[in-house]
């Protein structure tokens, strides 16, 4: 956190919500890290973006009452429902939003990609990476799912 450059906004993947609509593991340690480095003062807003309506739960409506309930103030939070891929998420960001400079919080398996598409769709990145008090299972499916997504995005930004 220490070494996280200043930066107008922290953008915050979406993930699984349980179904009583709290966030999930991954989802947690993402939002604890965008809530220390508001703390920190190293961002001054939060953009969440995730499905507002998909089959996990509504991962806005989730991240949204996870961030207030945390005592962050909810005139930084800004929300896309519609940022339904890693890809979309930052190509939003940049063209709906108009981030330019930021910090992406994920997970050490998903950082890298997510750092790329932001600087691909135009946005000067950094990242920071989210904690995961995760089962071992939880763990090996999404490294499974980041060695599968990978070449897929490197395919995106190539062929842009």
């Known amino acids: 956190m ?9 953008i915050v993947p979406g993930a699984k919500v ?20 508001v703390a920190a003062g190293k961002a001054g807003e939060i ?21 207030l309930e945390h005592g962050i103030d909810p005139e930084i939070v800004k929300s896309d429902g519609e940022g339904l891929s890693t890809r979309e ?9 108009g981030v330019e400079r930021a ?6 398996q998903h950082l890298p990609r997510a ?16 904690y995961c ?6 763990e090996v499916r999404n490294n499974i799912r980041e060695w599968l997504a990978a ?3 490197v395919a995106e930004m190539v062929l842009r």
Do not use: W
């Open 89 to 97: 998420t930052c190509e939003r960001a940049r063209s709906m939003y």
């Open 47 to 67: 953009l969440l973006s995730g499905d507002a309506g998909g089959t996990s739960g509504d991962e806005i409506a989730s991240m949204t009452r996870y961030l």
């Open 115 to 130: 750092v790329a598409l932001c600087r691909a769709a135009g946005i000067e990145a950094d990242g920071v990476v989210a």
């Open 133 to 138: 008090d995760c089962r071992r299972s939880t």
């Open 18 to 37: 349980a179904t009583d609509g709290t966030p999930m593991a991954y989802l947690r340690g993402r939002l604890d890290v965008a809530i220390e480095l």
């Open 151 to 153: 070449p897929k995005a």
């Open 103 to 108: 910090i992406i919080v994920s997970q050490y």
């Open 2 to 10: 220490a070494g996280a450059p200043d930066v107008p906004v922290v």
